[in-house]
């Protein structure tokens, strides 16, 4: 399993970035993909997923309105488009995968522990 993250950079309060995730080694169309972000001395924390059928997606309530996760199943990469960033978006953005086709209920898509395989981040800096 590989997931490859990119497309992070510095960027001032207010602009937009896209990150991609390129992945390989599973199925993609029957995994639940994520973005996790982790800054200096906090714990990794939940930003969006999107079910594997691709019919859910869910948000941390810091990024909804902002942030937008899509799913490209023909080229097995997951997106994250981050508009109206902020400073406290700074981060190292992790994609992760459960590619056990599992549906889950309410913010199930949100836990951390369901995600078995992870990628190896890019660093989103955004200056104020």
């Known amino acids: 399993v590989q997931l490859q993250a990119s497309g992070g950079g510095l960027v001032q309060a207010g602009g937009s970035l896209r990150l991609s995730c390129a992945t390989s080694g599973f199925t993609f169309e029957r995994s639940s993909m994520s973005w996790f972000r982790q800054s200096p001395r906090k714990e990794r924390e939940f930003v969006a997923a999107i079910s594997w059928g691709g019919a859910t997606t869910l948000y941390a309530d810091s990024v909804k309105g902002r942030f937008a996760i899509s799913r490209d199943n023909a080229n097995n990469t997951v997106y994250l488009q981050m508009n109206s960033l902020k400073p406290e978006d700074t981060g190292v953005y992790y994609c992760?995968?459960?590619?056990?086709?599992?549906?889950?209920?309410?913010?199930?898509?949100?836990?951390?522990?369901?995600?078995?395989?992870w990628g190896q981040g890019t660093l989103v800096t955004v200056s104020s």
């Open positions: 992760g995968v459960d590619p056990r086709a599992r549906s889950y209920s309410g913010r199930g898509l949100a836990n951390r522990p369901n995600y078995l395989y």
